[in-house]
Nanobody
Framework: QVQLVESGGGLVQAGGSLRLSCAAS????????MGWFRQAPGKEREFVAA????????YYADSVKGRFTISRDNAKNTLYLQMNSLKPEDTAVYSC??????????????????WGQGTQVTVSS
């Protein structure tokens, strides 16, 4: 069983930065993929970024590529999302998720079996 707890959300002006953290409890093995997803009001949950728990592979949505950076600290069992050059359209509830099974394409939220409660990110114009 894996539990995920996000932190670091808040209100920021357009062009600003935030760093989200996701603390994981339980055993995260090398086959895990960790991801960040977001959901804005009235919209479906969408993929933001993912990272393999072992190795260096990272994946990004086109909308955040070059602005967001996903990283992890295996020793601390913590996942991060550094968000720079934030835009009002980045406003959403951001959730971290864990998929115990290695999959070639880590983009679908239905593949992830463990979810955090989410943290609100609001970007004002």
């Amino acid at each position: 069983q894996v539990q995920l707890v996000e932190s670091g959300g808040g209100l920021v002006q357009a062009g600003g930065s935030l760093r989200l953290s996701c603390a994981a409890s339980g055993r995260i093995s090398s086959t895990y993929t960790m991801g960040w997803f977001r959901q804005a009001p009235g919209k479906e949950r969408e993929f933001v970024a993912a990272i393999r728990w072992s190795g260096s592979s990272t994946y990004y949505a086109d909308s955040v590529k070059g602005r967001f950076t996903i990283s992890r600290d295996n020793a601390k069992n913590t996942l991060y999302l550094q968000m720079n050059s934030l835009k009002p359209e980045d406003t959403a509830v951001y959730s971290c998720a864990a998929d115990p099974t290695y999959r070639t394409y880590p983009y679908s939220p239905t593949q992830y079996g463990y979810w955090g409660q989410g943290t609100q990110v609001t970007v004002s114009s």
